[in-house]
């Protein structure tokens, strides 16, 4: 195929759903194709959330589709299109372009999922899975390490000073981490083993558990944690079938 030749979108979306399996997972939000736009595509545009940011810039493209981990329709949302819910549906709509979004199946792919290319880039590679659903990973560094060595490696790799809770002078070896929204596992990768988990923010009885555990908690950023798997599908639909698609970044700091 070449970038001529566009790729049918129900095409796309039973590629995507074969590579990420979405029944395998309970999750809060529809997995697959949530609003339906042209028939056709040749250009796709992926984010990390469908933003009006991310929506526009889509247009601006001349995307067909766009695809994001997070997506629209979550559990316990408003049923109802108004306001800014109305604008972004609308923006779809009057240039036909469609959504695709994957959740929790994007965090787990071993390979293109945002755990998988979180750990690519701290150099830790997944020796055990742990939590609800199996979605977090577990690693074992070779050596014990400061917690800061680490805490400047994910600085620079995230472009972005994380946030640590509990002893900040310790080393660790045993490492677990699971993107975005995922403190509330913490107590599982504390009975998994860890001495340091990674995800994305820290609630408020992370410091407590961090402190009465020993167990370091990091909080590196939801949105910089899971910038990987959108943008390892972008590559992946490039490579697999030609096709125009790139990731665009719209800033987050949280």
Do not use: K
């Not at 819910?85 to 945002?114: E, F, K, Q, W």
């Not at 020993?214 to 079938?241: D, K, W, Y």
């Amino acid at each position: 195929m070449t970038a001529s030749e566009p790729l049918s979108r129900d095409s796309l979306v039973a590629h995507l759903d074969q590579l990420l399996q979405p029944l395998r997972f309970r999750d809060y939000a529809p997995n697959g194709l949530q609003v339906e736009g042209r028939a056709q595509v040749r250009r796709v545009i992926t984010g990390v959330t469908a933003s009006q940011a991310l929506l526009d810039a889509a247009v601006a493209h001349g995307a067909d589709a766009v695809l994001v981990h997070h997506g629209y329709f979550w559990r316990n949302e408003p049923p109802v299109l108004t306001g800014w819910r109305r604008r972004r549906i609308a923006t779809l709509l009057a240039h036909d372009i469609s959504l695709l979004a994957y959740h929790l199946p994007l965090d787990a792919h071993p390979d293109v999922g945002n755990n998988a290319g979180l750990g690519r880039v701290l150099g830790l590679s997944a020796e055990a899975s742990f939590g609800d659903q199996s979605i977090g990973c577990l690693a074992s560094l070779p050596a014990p390490t400061p917690v800061g060595q680490i805490a400047a490696t994910v600085a620079a790799a995230l472009g972005r000073t994380p946030q640590l809770l509990g002893d900040l002078d310790r080393s660790v070896q045993r490492v677990a981490w699971c993107t975005g929204g995922a403190q509330s596992m913490f107590a599982d990768a504390i009975a998994a083993g860890a001495d340091l988990y990674i995800t994305g923010e820290a609630s408020e009885p992370c410091t407590h558990l961090a402190r009465e555990s020993g167990v370091v908690f990091m909080a590196a950023g939801h949105h910089a944690t899971e910038r990987f798997g959108v943008q390892s599908l972008a590559a992946h639909l490039a490579s697999t079938f030609n096709i125009d698609a790139c990731f665009v970044d719209v800033d987050n700091p949280i």
